[in-house]
């Protein structure tokens, strides 16, 4: 068995058109169901461009203001959607812009093919104009990547670029292409990729593994489930409720797992990690068994490893093998896609309630509620809290609408209170924290559920990153409510300087801008508001607008977010103050 | 599982692609281990690569680059195995002056006595080459370097299983 010759599959025959390179990389495009574009032009992707505006009437191309606004805006659409997002951009710097964006998909998993210009294949290697190793640059931030120098290669590496990245634990695919590439013309033909023989998408489950879970859930006194974006991206948000409302378990999310359940569901019993809840996070140190479903244990959700949920017996339902085990020992990893495997374990385990365990949940809850939320929320003190306007925007958008945030003190406070009714509603950067995130990312999210409300958060540090693509949303339509949480400083990591650096604020202040003319001058509906009584007014008139629309809520300078787990130290440590 | 560092040899079965050693020289770059030998070189299966690398850390993070190196797409499977199980060689190639073969009795000796090879002699140097344990390289090495060696390079470690590994029947499953 060990000398053996693989076989290579035989050619079947195909219908074949005689177009350019470019072409092709269109007519790939709509093969594969791209009906939105987000890029920015350059030399070197020209001739696609080209090709683009004789094909505008089935592909809309969105022009950013900057390569990494196509990024961002491409990351909306596919974690609303679902779908792959495409960003497209030209050789050198429209290539390397393209790497934020990039990086952060790969973190949290989102489905993106990005295609970049090359210069031609005879320059490559020689410094030429606007000539970067674009390959070499994104591999340790892409799923796959590849580089075309021949326009016969076109059709398979766009392929695989589209079944790479949404097949599986999803993930950014680059594809560099070189001019002449594109405008050398060849037999065009194209087949959809279905399997590639070096890769296993979804890994096989072992029923035993499931039917190992099933005891230990089964057995279980003090279960908790923590579960991530796995449920989402795997559509296991029916066959999830199914498990944890048989069993009885309460449930705590992740910051990318938010919204796959509703936030009133009786079983979410809120987020865990660093700025999570306070019940979810002090009783990881208290169940015996943990159900880590479609997460991978970052250190952001369990601070301190060797005091993380040591007590507890650990069940990992995981798509990608390489995540078992790699930071918390489990007793059971069931491997495989989570909505097969939800499917599977449901009938094998027994109804049950847990009534004295939820009632501990209940009780930290009312302590959290007392320590932190309300005056979160319903504030008496002096100056407006980020938590009163997540509050306002929740009695407005009835939790209906998308969220996305940018990153900071605003994001975590809109992971907190934001209410969601609606599966894929909370769109955030996660593993990668990249500020300049939230604004393209409601572009994308808005072009792809267009009868949604998306309500983007930003700090006033973030949102001056990318402040540009406001102009993408002029030019779109694009009826995305921005609001912005100005407290004119760095929020979090002066929060830090505060706690762990004896209030040196080095470099956190922000002189700002007159951020409604800035909006204005994109032509903008925009309001600020820097007094209690005026909120709920402004919140309801930016909800009810039908177009774009700008708020600016000046809030508190120094205001902190709690709970708050330091770093290194264990969940069960937990501050509220 | 032994958390001390040892050897350990990789063996990654791959698709023979542009741009793979890349992806997977990144996975150890990133976790600052040092790569003690790498061969890529084509295996028993047509169309098929193998990278050997030769690394020396504690097991469990062994299994977790494995874990890593699998997750790329283009990675048909990696094993790995500490030194008992594995048949390996590297190849040592010393280039030394001519003149010494003839006017320095001993290099004779030492040349029979490692049951190193000559590979091509000329006016001006000859080159010797040896195969074995990384230890017999090293002794010749410096058995030879008492008289000047002019070039001397060494191969990465090539190793095959003792035990079968299932390789062919696995991409047969995965042909199917």
């Known amino acids: 068995m060990e000398t053996q010759t693989i076989k290579s599959k035989q050619n079947t025959t195909k219908t074949t058109e005689r177009i350019s390179g470019s072409e092709a990389i269109v007519r790939c495009l709509i093969e594969e169901g791209v009906k939105i574009l987000y890029g920015y032009p350059g030399g070197a992707i020209m001739p696609v461009y080209d090709e683009l505006y004789k094909y505008q009437d089935k592909i809309h191309h969105v022009l950013t203001r900057h390569e990494q606004g196509a990024t961002h805006s491409a990351q909306g659409y596919a974690r609303i959607s679902g779908e792959v997002g495409v960003a497209m951009a030209t050789s050198g710097p429209g290539a390397t812009n393209l790497i934020t964006g990039i990086a952060d ?288 925007i929740n009695i407005y958008s009835k939790g209906d609408a998308a969220i996305v945030s940018d990153v900071g003190q605003h994001q975590m406070i809109a992971c907190r209170y934001a209410e969601f009714n609606k599966t894929k509603s909370n769109i955030t950067s996660g593993g990668l924290g990249t500020m300049g995130f939230g604004l393209p990312a409601a572009i994308g999210a808005k072009m792809a559920a267009p009868d949604r409300e998306v309500v983007s958060i930003s700090g006033d540090g973030g949102y001056q990153m990318t402040i540009q693509e406001l102009g993408t949303i002029f030019q779109q339509k694009a009826a995305v409510k921005v609001v912005v949480l100005n407290n004119d400083f760095l929020g979090m990591v002066r929060q830090w300087q505060q706690l762990f650096f004896d209030k040196r604020y080095a470099s956190t202040e922000m002189v700002n801008p007159n951020f409604v003319a800035i909006a204005e001058g994109y032509y903008i509906k925009a309001r600020k508001v820097t007094k209690r009584e005026d909120l709920a007014e402004a919140v309801k008139e930016m909800m009810e607008s039908k177009e774009a629309y700008f708020l600016e809520v000046c809030v508190e300078k120094e205001g902190n977010v709690f709970p708050m787990i330091p770093t290194g130290a264990s969940v069960s440590d937990i501050r509220l103050a | 599982m032994n958390t001390e560092k040892q050897l350990f040899t990789i063996s990654v079965y791959t698709e023979n692609n542009i741009g793979l050693l890349n992806r997977i020289s990144a996975i150890f770059q990133r976790r600052h281990i040092n790569i003690e030998s790498l061969n890529i070189s084509p295996s028993e299966i047509v169309g098929v690569a193998k990278f050997t690398i030769v690394v020396n850390m504690a097991e469990e993070s062994v299994k977790k680059i494995i874990g890593q190196i699998e997750k790329q797409v283009e990675v048909i499977k990696a094993y790995y195995h500490d030194q008992d199980e594995i048949i390996y060689q590297i190849s040592g190639l010393f280039k030394i002056k001519s003149e010494l073969l003839f006017e320095e009795r001993q290099i004779q000796n030492i040349i029979k006595e490692s049951n190193a090879r000559i590979v091509t002699v000329n006016k001006e140097f000859f080159v010797l080459e040896k195969s074995g344990k990384k230890e017999e390289i090293v002794t010749l090495y410096n058995k030879l370097s008492v008289f000047g060696i002019m070039q001397y390079t060494r191969s990465g470690l090539i190793a095959v299983t003792k035990e079968e590994m299932k390789i062919s029947a696995l991409l047969e499953t995965y042909n199917n």
């Open chain 1, 105 to 392: 998909a790969q973190i949290d998993s989102t489905p993106m093919v990005c295609i970049t210009g090359q210069v031609f294949s005879h320059l490559l290697g020689s410094d030429a104009f606007q000539e970067t190793d674009i390959v070499g640059i994104s591999t340790p931030v892409t799923k796959w990547n590849c580089q075309v120098a021949k326009a016969a290669d076109i059709p398979e590496a766009m392929a695989k670029a589209f079944y790479i990245a949404r097949s599986g634990r999803p993930g950014p695919v680059l594809v560099d292409i070189t001019k002449d590439a594109q405008m050398e013309m060849f037999d065009f033909s194209y087949e959809k990729c279905t399997k590639i023989r070096s890769y296993v998408p979804v890994p096989k489950t072992d029923f035993s593994s499931v039917e190992a879970a099933a005891k230990l859930i089964n057995a279980a006194k003090k279960p908790l489930v923590v579960w991530g974006q796995g449920v989402i991206l795997s559509k296991a948000e029916e066959a999830f409720k199914a498990v944890i409302e048989k069993a009885g378990i309460p449930s705590a999310w992740t910051i990318l797992g938010a919204s796959a359940i509703p936030t009133k569901h009786p079983l979410n019993v809120g987020m865990v990690g660093m700025h999570g809840n306070y019940a979810p996070n002090v009783l990881t140190n208290e169940c015996d068994v943990l159900i880590a479903i479609g997460m991978r244990f970052d250190d952001r959700v369990t601070g301190k490893l060797d005091e993380y949920a040591t007590q507890a017996k650990v069940i990992h339902f995981e798509i990608d093998p390489a995540e078992v085990d790699k930071n918390v020992k489990t007793d059971v990893a069931v491997l495989g896609d989570a909505k097969a495997s939800l499917e599977a374990i449901l009938p094998l385990i027994n109804k049950n309630s847990h009534t004295d365990w939820h009632q501990k949940f209940k009780d930290l809850y009312a302590i959290e509620y007392e320590k932190v939320i309300k005056d979160d929320i319903h504030p008496t003190k002096e100056g407006l809290t980020m938590g009163e306007v997540l509050n306002q």
